[in-house]
């Protein structure tokens, strides 16, 4: 209890309290912008963060994260274009109920079921991540390395049915995680005679061009086609009735988005959905969803910004991110010295606790910028292309130099973003690339270490732990020929009868 008191007043402190609010606000405003996600926004946030306080660094990424996923519901409801891929399923209703003449509804029902959700997360944070630390503290280099493995294929499987296409995004990013010196045996490797890959891929610069470039050249693309409308914002909360009767709705929700979100791959997104389409089986009117539910807001809100905590319990407790923008956080940690895991949070305890109050912190600061705020985010929402576009390059461009004050850097941005566009196009998910070049030294070390430390028997990965998330790792492959194996039978079966 000491330490979580010790680390509610380290983040009230007025300086990062100050970065914070910053932080959550930039957010919001990042998720609110069509083609800017919360990936994109601590993507270019990154970089910023190296030369901070490590408290003050994480948390201002912790800030964005929080306040883009909520964020992307505000251009859901006032647009019905989802900001980010979580506020997909915000738009069913949200945008029917804008079109009703009640957006300020809509979007106080969003930022109450936002703040409980991601404040329900934060507590489940808190809670289950000494636990499962302390149970990871029996995991050697054969548990590490599967578990790798598991976080690559849970990613690959989880890239909208484009498994083949997600593990081979992973593969590419394990090359890129290749190129340069062998940290094992010292060699260097894959640079093709450029001495400026030398020193490898920095993951800031490819993580931007990935996310950013390609977002920016699809909203180019889509420049005249939607007219803009004016948007009105009046009245905020609904009634206490209404309140009380999405109570059970927002408090389910947030139990399903942090499950989900602590599973490798299933972002926000997935949250969501999933919350929405469980509301509406459970839901005493289901027909009103998708016509401009205050419970369909309440179920798909609730869901993805608990999703934020959840996928910060894998992060914290095994060193494993969840998706793209943990990817980034894990970058960020290793660049301040830090190996997130169960050492971490047993040997840097006050920095973790301090984390925990900083995602409560960025949750209450949420609401009260979503409730005060939303006039303003709406003519945010209004901000032309013109100005908006060369601003997001320009942010790229200094924030993939910022790092290492590399020019090859902002060039290796431009390569990641032509590729990251292609990828979009021919509908090859980007997040496993970024978890393929962060996780790969993790993944090589691991395997170097389990060799030495077994010899020449490859049985001896094969522990009882590791054994078990090997099974995990594999079941991406075999569910699906097991299913459609099922599949052939029953027909059989019909065919026979």
């Not at 169960?342 to 209450?364: C, D, K, R, S, T």
């Not at 021919?426 to 993790?442: K, Q, S």
Request: with cysteine; net charge positive.
């Amino acid at each position: 209890m000491n330490l979580l008191v010790d680390g509610f007043s380290a983040v009230l402190e007025l300086q990062t309290l100050i970065y914070l609010a910053g932080a959550v606000l930039l957010g919001i405003m990042a998720g609110a912008i069509p083609g800017i996600s919360a990936t994109m926004g601590v993507a270019l946030l990154a970089p910023l963060t190296f030369t901070m306080d490590p408290l003050i660094g994480i948390l201002s990424l912790v800030g964005v994260y929080c306040g883009a996923v909520y964020g992307g519901s505000l251009s859901a409801i006032l647009l019905g274009i989802p900001g980010t891929p979580g506020a997909v399923a915000t738009t069913l209703d949200g945008y029917a109920m804008s079109r009703q003449g009640k957006p300020g509804i809509a979007l106080g029902i969003a930022t109450l079921s936002s703040f409980l959700g991601g404040t329900l997360s934060a507590v489940a944070l808190m809670l289950l991540s000494y636990p499962i630390a302390d149970f990871a503290l029996a995991f050697g280099p054969q548990e590490y390395l599967a578990l790798v493995v598991f976080a690559m294929t849970a990613m690959a499987a989880l890239s909208g049915g484009a498994f083949l296409k997600g593990l081979f995004a992973g593969f590419i990013g394990l090359f890129l995680a290749g190129i340069g010196i062998d940290e094992t045996y010292g060699v260097s490797r894959y640079h093709f005679g450029y001495l400026m890959l030398m020193g490898g891929i920095s993951f800031i610069p490819v993580t931007i061009g990935l996310f950013a470039i390609p977002e920016t050249l699809l909203s180019i693309e889509r420049i005249g086609l939607a007219p803009r409308r004016a948007i009105r914002v009046n009245k905020i909360l609904p009634g206490r009735r209404i309140l009380l009767s999405l109570l059970p709705a927002q408090l389910r929700s947030a139990v399903i988005g942090t499950i989900v979100g602590a599973v490798p791959g299933a972002g926000s997104d997935v949250a969501a959905i999933v919350g929405y389409s469980q509301g509406k089986v459970l839901s005493r009117h289901p027909e009103r969803f998708g016509t401009g539910s205050e419970e369909g807001i309440a179920c798909a809100e609730s869901a993805n910004n608990s999703a934020t905590g959840g996928s910060l319990i894998p992060l914290l407790t095994l060193g494993i991110p969840g998706g793209a923008v943990t990817a980034i956080m894990l970058g960020t940690f290793m660049t301040h010295g830090l190996q997130p895991g169960p050492l971490l949070l047993h040997n840097n305890a006050e920095l973790v606790y301090q984390i925990f109050a900083g995602v409560f912190v960025a949750n209450i600061l949420l609401l009260v910028f979503g409730l005060s705020g939303s006039k303003l985010f709406a003519r945010v929402l209004q901000i032309p292309e013109s100005i908006l576009i060369p601003a997001i390059l320009l942010l790229c461009a200094i924030g993939a130099f910022a790092m290492r004050t590399n020019p090859v850097d902002v060039l290796i941005m431009f390569i990641a973003g032509m590729v990251g566009y292609v990828m979009v196009k021919t509908g090859i998910p980007r997040a496993p690339l970024i978890i393929g070049l962060i996780l790969g030294p993790m993944l090589e070390g691991e395997l170097a270490r389990s060799l030495i430390l077994i010899g020449n028997d490859w049985t001896g990965l094969f522990t009882p732990i590791s054994s078990v998330i090997w099974l995990l790792a594999i079941a991406p492959f075999v569910l699906p020929l097991a299913r459609r194996a099922t599949r052939q039978l029953r027909s059989r079966i019909k065919t026979k009868n």
